[in-house]
């Protein structure tokens, strides 16, 4: 008896931490630095781009933006990408309207961070 209610309750922790961490369209996030000179795994122009553009020479415009999620796509090896928007309408870089960027790789790497 003590073993099934102990087993009920795990799979009931297990299904709640699995939903909680899937994204919904209209989910609000906040982009975080990078742990590194760029982001990996929001897919944000390169340097060199952002600079021939003559917009940027880094990516501190970015940090602490608050985004949307505007389209999910799942792909076939299970992966979950999202489309990022900002919340005020402006665009990224005074250019981009919205970027990709691997939904559970970027929570793990602390680039994003659920609102």
């Known amino acids: 008896m003590k073993k099934s209610i102990l087993t009920l309750l795990f799979l009931g922790i297990l299904f709640l931490s699995f939903t909680s961490n899937q994204p919904k369209v209209g989910d609000i996030l906040i982009i975080k630095s990078p742990s590194s000179n760029t982001y990996s795994y929001i897919y944000f122009p390169k340097p060199n781009i952002l600079i ?19 389209d999910i796509i799942t792909e076939d090896d299970g992966d979950i990408k999202v489309v990022l928007t900002k919340k005020d309408g402006s665009k990224f870089f005074g250019y981009l309207s919205n970027v990709k960027a691997d939904y559970n790789k970027a929570l793990r790497a602390n680039e994003i961070e659920i609102m």
Do not use: E
């Open 52 to 70: 021939k553009r003559g917009t940027v020479t880094g990516y501190k415009s970015v940090k602490n933006n608050v985004v949307i999620i505007k």
